[in-house]
């Protein structure tokens, strides 16, 4: 008896007409048109000339691989340190991360591009100067014999561009 009930309630629901056929046919052709759409520019977008109609995306993205070695290119720095007798309280900052020490007079470092080197000199109290005595040839920031003065602060020395 429970078993007759449950179904003639299924029967009922299923035979509500709660859509009419026009709406229903303009749903479906309204999801294959949706579905067309987006095959068109998944193809659109596999192909980088047609890319650039869909998406600006490729500005925000990473290193092409054909470009990767760029990514991995150091350049080299010599520096001096100049009224002051080496310290290991004298750091070096690569993009304001400590990176090296003055454990002797001269340093040579190596940067990356676009690389951001400062002195940090907020753990000694006298001042004293930093020089850059030489670089290496793939630096094209015009850097070599820069000096500067570092009085118990960070002080920016330079920013490096490779060539």
């Not at 299924?10 to 749903?27: D, P, S, V, W």
């Not at 520019?41 to 925000?60: M, P, S």
């Not at 150091?74 to 454990?103: C, R």
Request: net charge positive.
């Amino acid at each position: 008896m429970k078993f007759k009930k449950i179904r003639s309630f299924f029967y009922a629901i299923g035979t509500m007409n709660i859509i009419n056929k026009k709406t229903e046919r303009f749903l479906a052709l309204l999801s294959l048109v949706c579905i067309f759409i987006l095959i068109i520019a998944q193809i659109g977008l596999v192909n980088e000339t047609t890319r650039t109609f869909f998406t600006d995306i490729d500005k925000y993205e990473g290193v092409n691989i054909n470009n990767l070695h760029d990514v991995f290119k150091q350049g080299e720095l010599s520096l001096k340190l100049i009224g002051m007798e080496p310290n290991n309280n004298i750091k070096v900052l690569l993009n304001g991360t400590p990176a090296y020490e003055f454990k002797s007079d001269t340093l040579n470092i190596k940067a990356r591009n676009n690389c951001l080197i400062e002195i940090d000199g907020t753990k000694i109290k006298s001042p004293f100067k930093v020089k850059i005595v030489s670089i290496s040839e793939n630096i094209s920031t015009p850097c070599k014999d820069k000096e500067i003065e570092v009085n118990s602060n960070i002080q920016v020395l330079t920013r490096i561009f490779l060539k």
